[in-house]
């Protein structure tokens, strides 16, 4: 597996010597000063080219990184803004490289304000950038209106998994779970956090941080809302979610003076037990 630094010499050297490239930036995680890098974090570079078709026509230029074991997407197009194209490359000797690649090159000052490094700039297209604040992803403080939507809207949303589970329709309960997991407890837990930590700290993408930043009570409590294939442990990780919802957003709520609505949370938590007991 070639180094961070062999690997970085190779995208410099060769956007150096093509003439369609006129810029190459690194951002992510190995842009960022003392970030948690390991040998499976990926290299995040983004190009700027005169002439973009030839990136969108086929992969030939992306060879010269090395052989080639697994693309997404498999033809280059774009995924995320639509004057880009993206091609993420798992190469053969395990290195990750992740482009995303434009002929744009109006760039915003602040475009980078979570962490970059200039690899290549032979047309100073780069030259104004601010300096990176990397304070784009941290946690903000909810506003009253913010917190009553997620609070509320979980009780609703988590309806459906006593629903399926009573079915025994296990893909559609556990897409629920999940969906619940991801749009509400994640962002309560994160909210939990920035109020613990001064609303100071980036918990990273889909709670990748979170164990980092909970204390080992709640970290445990929010294992357990995890389940295998089980019925009766998919019902038990779902109270267990429930439960843990309750805590954190009732201790956010006093925290911050939001009002929870706690006749919501005991009506709809009878209605699951209710459902509960009619499979039994």
Same mark, same amino acid.
């Given at each position: 597996?070639?180094?961070?630094?062999?690997?970085?010499?190779?995208?410099?050297?060769?956007?150096?010597?093509?003439?369609?490239?006129?810029?190459?930036?690194?951002?992510?995680?190995?842009?960022? @000063?003392?970030?948690?890098?390991?040998?499976?974090?990926?290299?995040?570079?983004?190009?700027?080219?005169?002439?973009?078709?030839?990136?969108?026509?086929?992969?030939?230029?992306?060879?010269?990184?090395?052989?080639?074991?697994?693309?997404? @997407?498999?033809?280059?197009?774009?995924?995320?803004?639509?004057?880009?194209?993206?091609?993420?490359?798992?190469?053969?000797?395990?290195?990750?490289?992740?482009?995303?690649?434009?002929?744009?090159?109006?760039? @915003?000052?602040?475009?980078?304000?979570?962490?970059?490094?200039?690899?290549?700039?032979?047309?100073?297209?780069?030259?104004?950038?601010?300096?990176?604040?990397?304070?784009?992803?941290?946690?903000?403080?909810?506003?009253?209106?913010?917190?009553?939507?997620?609070?509320?809207?979980?009780?609703?949303?988590?309806?459906?998994?006593?629903?399926?589970?009573?079915?025994?329709?296990? @893909?559609?309960?556990?897409?629920?779970?999940?969906?619940?997991?991801?749009?509400?407890?994640?962002?309560?837990?994160?909210?939990?956090?920035?109020?613990?930590?001064?609303?100071?700290?980036?918990?990273?993408?889909?709670?990748?941080?979170?164990?980092?930043?909970?204390?080992?009570?709640?970290?445990?409590?929010?294992?357990?809302?995890?389940?295998?294939?089980?019925?009766?442990?998919?019902?038990?990780?779902?109270?267990?979610?429930?439960?843990?919802?309750?805590?954190?957003?009732?201790?956010?709520?006093?925290?911050?003076?939001?009002?929870?609505?706690?006749?919501?949370?005991?009506?709809?938590?009878?209605?699951?037990?209710?459902?509960?007991?009619?499979?039994?």
């Amino acid at each position: 597996m070639r180094t961070g630094r062999e690997v970085i010499k190779t995208i410099k050297e060769w956007a150096s010597a093509n003439d369609l490239v006129r810029a190459a930036v690194l951002t992510g995680s190995r842009a960022v @000063p003392d970030g948690q890098i390991d040998f499976l974090s990926d290299y995040d570079i983004e190009l700027f080219v005169w002439e973009i078709a030839s990136f969108q026509e086929n992969d030939d230029w992306i060879e010269e990184f090395g052989p080639i074991m697994v693309r997404w @997407p498999y033809k280059p197009k774009s995924t995320f803004h639509e004057d880009w194209i993206t091609r993420l490359i798992l190469f053969k000797d395990k290195v990750r490289i992740d482009f995303q690649i434009t002929d744009r090159f109006q760039v @915003p000052v602040d475009d980078y304000d979570d962490g970059y490094q200039v690899l290549v700039d032979k047309d100073n297209i780069l030259q104004g950038l601010a300096e990176p604040t990397f304070s784009r992803y941290k946690i903000r403080m909810p506003s009253p209106e913010e917190y009553g939507t997620i609070v509320n809207e979980f009780w609703w949303n988590a309806t459906y998994v006593p629903k399926y589970l009573f079915r025994d329709e296990l @893909p559609f309960a556990k897409y629920m779970m999940a969906s619940i997991r991801h749009e509400y407890l994640h962002r309560l837990i994160e909210w939990y956090i920035g109020m613990q930590k001064g609303w100071e700290v980036d918990t990273g993408v889909w709670g990748r941080k979170f164990k980092k930043f909970l204390d080992i009570e709640t970290w445990q409590e929010f294992e357990l809302t995890y389940a295998g294939p089980q019925k009766e442990e998919n019902w038990a990780a779902f109270f267990n979610m429930v439960g843990l919802f309750r805590k954190l957003a009732r201790t956010l709520g006093e925290h911050l003076g939001y009002n929870y609505p706690h006749q919501v949370d005991e009506d709809v938590t009878e209605y699951f037990c209710w459902i509960q007991a009619q499979g039994k």
